[in-house]
């Protein structure tokens, strides 16, 4: 797939972050090569048919003003079938209630954090959040709302998957209280799906702190249903010391169906709980809109057999693009290379002769060498700078293409 020209801005900056500025200069030395697009996930392509399909199916009044801030009623209900059956629900209808995410799961994420900090206005500014490490950009949600990020970080001694013996020695050294236990078991960026043990660790720890829970369920679908991938949802409304603790979870469907500009997901909670945040505070800023796309994933979603086929290839895929990846970079003496089948990821250290500055070398890999990658701190926004030497390479590309941008990585003298 070649680059979509039409994204790009000419006259105002399209954003703050630098990985644009690299592609530009890139395309400014009119190298004929197309630059190779592997950094926040971007893929222009693989919708399944029959989901663009049902885009001409919605009604008249999918055009217009929604009533229900809980989204489309239609797929509200295809999607707490779907949760139910996906992540082993049965028998727990009673504990919470489903929305959808028409604004993405970003968005909602923010609301939460909103939400919480409102229920301890007298602390706000003094809350505090779990993040496992290396993370996605929660910080970027929760410190506006007030909220001070404690990282629990595996890779201190060695290992990317926290366990509960490491949650254990956590929890024993934080001596200002916990507000906020973030739990993404799919984790981006490793791609590991976390032990049971370790999911019911953190929602211990929350329970032992009186703390909410966010679980960030964006890649959940990547794993076969049939393996039991550990739900973090279930593993919190199974744990009887979490009863009554502010719970939200959302999951992505972008990500599982290549649909990312839709920004359509589910937003799961405590029924007391999804009715503030959908009807209170996300009121405040946004009506339900996006009806027609809300009203194409119900078509998709109840064909069941359709979404299986489609999510077994795309697994197929994955894993067949993650060992052409982790093959190529092999060989090219890379080691130490982290590819868990969890997500559409994998992290590899830079070479030693370079210094401990990621943003450098990775604008070296865009601008020289065409290959645009991310940080293993994945954000749309800039970060201060980590420590660590891994970068993330986003593997949504044809196994040709994955080798290919490897290829130019060591020509350039960027691996090994």
Not at 169 to 188: C, F, K, S, Y
Not at 359 to 386: F, H, I, K, N, T
Request: proline share 6%; glycine share 10%; aromatic share 8%.
């Amino acid at each position: 797939m070649t680059l979509p020209r039409e994204l790009l801005e000419t006259d105002v900056a399209p954003n703050h972050l630098p990985d644009t500025d690299w592609l530009n200069q890139y395309l400014a030395r009119g190298e004929a090569r197309e630059p190779i697009m592997l950094g926040l996930g971007e893929r222009w392509g693989g919708t399944p048919a029959p989901l663009l399909a049902a885009l001409g199916s919605a009604s008249a009044a999918s055009h217009g003003y929604q009533l229900s801030m809980y989204g489309l009623p239609r797929l509200r209900g295809v999607l707490r079938d779907y949760l139910r059956r996906t992540h082993r629900l049965e028998g727990l209808d009673d504990a919470y209630e489903v929305a959808v995410g028409w604004t993405g799961t970003r968005a909602v994420m923010r609301d939460y954090a909103e939400l919480l900090a409102a229920r301890h206005s007298g602390r706000k500014g003094h809350l505090s959040a779990l993040v496992v490490a290396p993370s996605w950009d929660y910080a970027g949600i929760l410190e506006p709302s007030g909220f001070r990020i404690h990282y629990l970080d595996p890779t201190l001694t060695g290992s990317w998957e926290p366990t509960p013996e490491m949650i254990a020695d956590t929890a024993a050294g934080l001596t200002g209280g916990l507000d906020l236990v973030v739990i993404n078991a799919q984790h981006n960026p490793t791609g590991i799906s976390w032990s049971p043990d370790t999911v019911r660790a953190l929602v211990r720890l929350a329970a032992e702190h009186g703390a909410a829970v966010l679980v960030d369920d964006a890649y959940y679908g990547f794993l076969d249903p049939a393996g039991e991938p550990t739900s973090a949802l279930l593993e919190l409304l199974t744990e009887e010391s979490a009863a009554g603790l502010p719970w939200l979870a959302v999951r992505s469907l972008g990500k599982q169906f290549n649909c990312n500009g839709w920004a359509v997901g589910a937003v799961t909670g405590p029924p007391g709980l999804l009715d503030e945040l959908v009807n209170d505070v996300r009121a405040r800023h946004t009506y339900n809109h996006g009806a027609f796309l809300q009203n194409a994933m119900a078509d998709w979603l109840t064909d069941e057999r359709a979404v299986s086929e489609f999510l077994a290839r795309e697994r197929e895929e994955y894993a067949e693009q993650r060992t052409a990846a982790v093959t190529a970079l092999t060989r090219f003496g890379v080691s130490r290379i982290v590819a868990g089948p969890a997500g559409p990821y994998l992290l590899y250290p830079m070479p030693g002769n370079r210094d401990g500055d990621r943003m450098a070398y990775l604008e070296d890999c865009a601008v020289r060498a065409g290959v645009l990658m991310s940080d293993a701190w994945p954000a749309a926004r800039l970060l201060a700078p980590r420590a660590g030497r891994h970068v993330r390479m986003y593997l949504g590309r044809p196994p040709e293409v994955l080798t290919e941008a490897c290829v130019r990585l060591s020509d350039a003298g960027l691996l090994g």
